[in-house]
């Protein structure tokens, strides 16, 4: 089984300063690693996903993450944020196989302060 | 393209009454579906999920109920609603042909229950 920690529950950063959200998690198998954003009153949206190749990974609006698989973790980082970055953050794992739904941490909420 | 509704938006509710609220998916044959809830501070919980139609396996014992009448219509539901059941319930789906089999959120119900 796998599961997720989410060290911040909420992360508060000025405009244009970087930011790190962290992520780790626990499985005895190989995983795919995700993060999702929730903006206020909204559903969940893919920020980006780790499945394999290269550890780095990007999305379209500047946030990367990179897995590191020595300290099972898969951290979110944005060199400089946007208010408009203000939002719940979730990170999620779930084994590369099988019909098993998506574990996900409990969030962190970054806000952003102008 | 795919696309996954959920109704109604927003719900008010008095306690002991009954409870359905309803997703359904577009664009996908077979998709895996998930009922999640989210309630304040506490991050996501499944609820409920279904590989197929008639098929619900249920992760948290409670006084809800899920149902999946057609290949892409799942269904929450509750006989006496408790003032506990209040939150914001998010549908998902999910292709087990896709590439990490990642999950696409519906824009949630927010259930208020007084």
């Known amino acids: 089984a796998q599961s997720v920690t989410q060290l911040d529950s909420q992360v508060p950063v000025f405009e244009e300063a970087p930011v790190e959200l962290r992520c780790n998690y626990s499985s005895s198998v190989s995983v795919y690693l995700f993060w999702y954003v929730q903006y206020p009153n909204q559903g969940l949206q893919l920020l980006l996903k780790y499945l394999s190749g290269s550890t780095l990974v990007e999305s379209i609006n500047g946030f990367e993450a990179e897995f590191n698989k020595s300290q099972t973790s898969f951290h979110l980082r944005k060199p400089s944020v946007h208010i408009s970055d203000t939002a719940e953050y979730f990170c999620?794992?779930?084994?590369?196989?099988?019909?098993?739904?998506?574990?996900f941490g409990k969030g962190t909420r970054l806000s952003v302060i102008a | 393209s795919q696309t996954i509704h959920q109704w109604p938006a927003t719900l008010v509710q008095p306690v002991g009454s009954p409870l359905s609220l309803e997703c359904t998916v577009e664009g996908t044959s077979n998709p895996n579906l998930y009922w999640y809830r989210q309630a304040a501070g506490r991050g996501l919980q499944l609820l409920f999920y279904s590989v197929g139609i008639g098929q619900i396996s249920s992760e948290v014992p409670q006084n809800l109920s899920a149902s999946r009448p057609q290949d892409r219509q799942f269904i929450l539901s509750s006989k006496k609603l408790l003032l506990s059941d209040s939150g914001f319930y998010l549908c998902a789906w999910s292709d087990l042909g896709q590439a990490g089999n990642e999950q696409f959120f519906g824009p949630g119900t927010r259930l208020t229950v007084l």
């Open positions: 999620a794992v779930r084994a590369p196989w099988g019909n098993t739904p998506l574990v």
